[in-house]
């Protein structure tokens, strides 16, 4: 099943920051963050692992709440660069369903000058 | 450089042709996926393989298989197009490393018509 992302869209001046949430039904054992621009393959930002810490890339950053089956993506002092869609991927404890991952439907964020 | 290429950036086919996406990657990866992508749905899995000759079904299979006879190619099959088949494709290879940490990297995608 799908996690749920939320919010749909969301815009932003540069500065600002904004949190994309991302929740699942079932245990997760991991999750995926990735960002697309329109017209290009979404690009892999991190991984969070059960169990793990927090990460970080540039000023982005996520977590992961395995009581409430929930990853945040936290978009901090945001840039022009940081628009596109978000796509949060979800995947549960197993042999080959470790590496298949469930995608919510996304969150675009436009950030403007 | 992960490199994920598809044989075609956009295609044209009509109802009941028999349609071949191709997907190759040079970074020796085990797993390599086909998602459909549609607005408002995000990525949906259709087909998945872990290793050469093998294969799972993903969340919409119906339609759909598969065909992995080297490691490096992955393809996907639409024996008989239908215009619900029109969507964005997109191929995605990982590798398998200890602890899950397999990021999945993907091709520029295959823009499919079906009329």
């Not at chain 1, 990735?34 to 990460?55: D, N, S, T, W």
């Not at chain 2, 294969?55 to 598969?66: A, F, L, M, T």
Request: charged fraction near 20%.
């Amino acid at each position: 099943q799908q996690p749920v992302q939320s919010p749909q869209a969301v815009i932003l001046r540069e500065g600002e920051d904004a949190v994309i949430n991302c929740s699942s039904s079932k245990a997760l054992y991991s999750v995926h963050w990735y960002r697309q621009k329109h017209g290009e393959a979404p690009v892999f930002l991190m991984i969070l692992l059960k169990g793990g810490e927090q990460k970080g890339h540039e000023k982005i950053s996520a977590s992961f709440n395995e009581k409430k089956q929930q990853s945040s993506l936290y978009l901090t002092a945001s840039q022009l660069s940081y628009s596109g869609t978000y796509f949060c991927g979800t995947g549960g404890a197993g042999s080959s369903n470790d590496y298949k991952l469930s995608f919510g439907a996304g969150t675009t964020v436009t950030v403007r000058a | 450089d992960v490199k994920v290429t598809q044989s075609s950036r956009y295609l044209v086919k009509r109802t009941g042709e028999k349609v071949f996406l191709e997907c190759v990657q040079d970074m020796d990866h085990e797993n390599m996926f086909w998602y459909r992508q549609d607005p408002g749905l995000g990525l949906r899995l259709i087909y998945f393989s872990y290793d050469v000759k093998m294969k799972e079904k993903g969340d919409i299979p119906e339609g759909y298989s598969v065909s992995r006879e080297k490691k490096e190619r992955f393809s996907l099959i639409l024996e008989s197009a239908s215009t619900n088949q029109t969507s964005m494709y997109l191929c995605a290879s990982s590798p398998i490393r200890q602890g899950g940490l397999n990021e999945q990297f993907f091709g520029p995608g295959t823009r499919l018509t079906v009329l």
